[in-house]
């Protein structure tokens, strides 16, 4: 085969050793002969129906090519377009695939003895057949509630503060017992009682006994955290105390938040102490 040089065809003044050495490495290189060898037969399949096995084909340099030219395995086609091809398999990729999961790939002949397969996927065939006996709910069965019925999980106590004991919302008494469930989370408000300032007017009967708002020896009911004015008139100078005991003299004083305790005229504050005794004296 004879070497074309482009060169040759210019002009001879521009047949230069520049344009000789430009030519031979560019425009040579495109319009030589090619150098591909002709060769007569077939390409594809050589076993199956309609496939005469005495054609000639081109012959592979492996067995499996030769057995299965350019055949593909499986083909996935888009659903939306048929000539749209989505991925392709070649048969020796399905023997590659098969042999990496395990299976025994040395004689492919037992493995493709049929002209169709079908892929078992994982189908009620009940359900596929006898469709009309099912219910079918597009979003899937209802969500199951569960929740705690004896103990709630969760709670909101409104906490109201008295004089010696709390109340709770929803539940009955003071000072109830509280059921609560690990785990739980539970929010207790507590409801403060707004400070109040109230005044008594005491004075004496003598040394029988005191009268406070006009009234002798009076059970009085205070609250923790209000302030209380004890007013003196009294027509003995006799001192007024606050007690834990029920005693004479300066015994037994209860002095907590109590402004002039044991005075005898004039004004006495008690500001009731959140851990004041449930019970006092005067």
């Known amino acids: 085969m004879a ?17 000789q050495q430009f030519l031979a490495a560019t ?9 591909f060898k002709k060769s007569q037969g077939f390409i594809g399949r050589r076993i199956g129906p309609g496939v005469n096995p005495q054609d000639g084909y081109v012959i592979e340099p492996t067995a499996v090519r030769n057995q299965y030219q350019l055949e593909p395995g499986v083909c996935q086609i888009n ?10 398999i070649t048969y020796p990729g399905i023997n590659d695939a098969l042999a990496l999961q395990g299976a025994v790939t040395a004689n492919p002949s037992a493995l493709y003895t049929s002209e169709y397969y079908t892929w078992d996927p994982f189908v009620d065939f009940d359900k596929l057949v006898n469709y009309a006996q099912y219910y079918w709910l597009p979003l899937g069965p209802a969500a199951v509630v569960v929740e705690a019925t004896g103990i709630p999980l969760t709670a909101t106590y409104t906490v109201t503060r008295n004089n010696g ?26 409801a403060q009682n707004a400070q109040a300032s109230i ?23 205070l609250t923790r955290g209000n302030t209380y004015t004890f007013n003196l008139t009294q027509s003995l100078p006799l001192s007024f105390y606050i007690k834990t005991e029920l005693s004479f003299g300066t015994s037994n004083l209860y002095n907590s938040g109590v402004t002039r305790n044991g005075a005898s005229t004039g004004l006495i504050t008690f500001t009731v102490p959140q851990e004041a005794p449930d019970t006092l004296f005067y």
Do not use: C, M
């Not at 070497?3 to 344009?19: A, G, H, K, W, Y």
């Not at 425009?27 to 150098?35: A, G, R």
């Not at 659903?79 to 392709?88: A, E, F, K, L, W």
């Open 165 to 190: 004991y709390y109340t709770f919302s929803g539940e009955r008494g003071n000072n109830p017992p509280l059921r609560l469930a690990r785990n739980g989370v539970y929010n207790f408000n507590v």
């Open 3 to 19: 070497t074309i040089r482009t060169v040759d065809f210019l002009p001879e003044i521009f047949q230069t050793p520049v344009n």
């Open 79 to 88: 659903p939306d377009d048929s000539h749209d091809v989505i991925d392709i």
């Open 27 to 35: 425009l040579d290189q495109l319009v030589q002969e090619p150098k």
């Open 199 to 221: 005044q008594y007017r005491v004075t004496n009967n003598g040394t029988t006994n005191w009268v406070i708002d006009f009234a002798s020896n009076p059970t009085l009911t």
